[in-house]
C-alpha cells in the first residue's frame, strides 16, 4: 500500500513538473510577442508564469534554452493548427485557395508574431539563428506534405509543385514581414493575397495541361 501511495505520489510530481515547464514554454512565447527578443528575461518569462525564478531555472537553465523549447512548441502548433484547418475545407472549394487562405490567417495570430520577432533577432544572434533554422525546415517539411496531400489530381513533377509552394508559401511570409508597423495597408495587402491564389491556381491548371501534352517530335 505505503509502495502505490509512493508510486502515485512520484507520478503527480512528474505530471506537475511538465505542467510547469509547459506554462514556462507558453509564457516564454506571451513574453516575446509583449517584449520583443531582447527584452525578454528569465524574470519577466517567470513572472507571466507566475512560478519563481528558481523554478524557471530549474526547468531552463537560461534565456536560450527555454527560447529553445519556445521555438520547437511555436512551429509544432503553428503546424497542428495548419493540419486541422485545412481540413476545414468549404464544399466546392479549390483546395489551392483555401490552403493560401489557411495560411494567410496564421500569419496573422499570436504564434508568427512571435516567429517574426525571433527570426529578427536571430540575425545578430547566432546561437538563436542555428535553432530557427532546422526547426522551421522540419515545419516546411511537414507544410509540404500537407499540401501534396490535398493535391491529389497532381500530375506534375515533385519539384515542380515545390516551386509553386514556395512562391505561395515565401510571398506570404513576406507580406506578412510586410504588414510591421503598418508598413503595408489592409487594401493593398487583400489584393496581393487575392492575386497570388489565382496566380498559383492558374499555375497548377497549367502546369498540369503542359504535362500532359505529347512530346514533340
Given at each position: 500500500m505505503a509502495k502505490s501511495k509512493a508510486s502515485t505520489g512520484?507520478?503527480?510530481q512528474a505530471q506537475k513538473s511538465a505542467l510547469t515547464?509547459?506554462?514556462?514554454?507558453?509564457?516564454t512565447l506571451e513574453c516575446i510577442v509583449?517584449?520583443?527578443y531582447e527584452r525578454t528575461t528569465m524574470s519577466k518569462i517567470a513572472g507571466i508564469a507566475n512560478v519563481s525564478l528558481g523554478s524557471m531555472q530549474y526547468h531552463f537553465?537560461?534565456?536560450?534554452?527555454?527560447i529553445k523549447a519556445a521555438v520547437n512548441y511555436l512551429l509544432e502548433?503553428?503546424?497542428?493548427?495548419?493540419?486541422r484547418d485545412l481540413q476545414d475545407m468549404p464544399k466546392g472549394a479549390n483546395p489551392m485557395e483555401h490552403a493560401i487562405d489557411v495560411y494567410w490567417s496564421h500569419l496573422s495570430e499570436g504564434h508568427f508574431i512571435a516567429y517574426q520577432d525571433l527570426v529578427v533577432a536571430g540575425r545578430i544572434n547566432p546561437e538563436l539563428a542555428a535553432v530557427l533554422k532546422p526547426a522551421y525546415q522540419r515545419f516546411v517539411t511537414a507544410w509540404r506534405k500537407d499540401a501534396l496531400s490535398m493535391a491529389?489530381?497532381?500530375?506534375g513533377t515533385r519539384e515542380q509543385f515545390d516551386l509553386i509552394c514556395d512562391l505561395g508559401q515565401y510571398q506570404m511570409e513576406g507580406l506578412a514581414f510586410g504588414q510591421l508597423n503598418n508598413q503595408l495597408g489592409q487594401e493593398q495587402v487583400k489584393k496581393v493575397v487575392e492575386f497570388t491564389k489565382h496566380l498559383l491556381v492558374d499555375m497548377m491548371v497549367n502546369t498540369r495541361s503542359q504535362e500532359n501534352q505529347p512530346d514533340k517530335v
Open positions: 512520484r507520478t503527480w515547464r509547459d506554462r514556462i514554454v507558453v509564457a509583449e517584449n520583443g537553465k537560461t534565456k536560450l534554452d527555454a502548433k503553428r503546424l497542428a493548427d495548419h493540419q491529389s489530381n497532381w500530375k
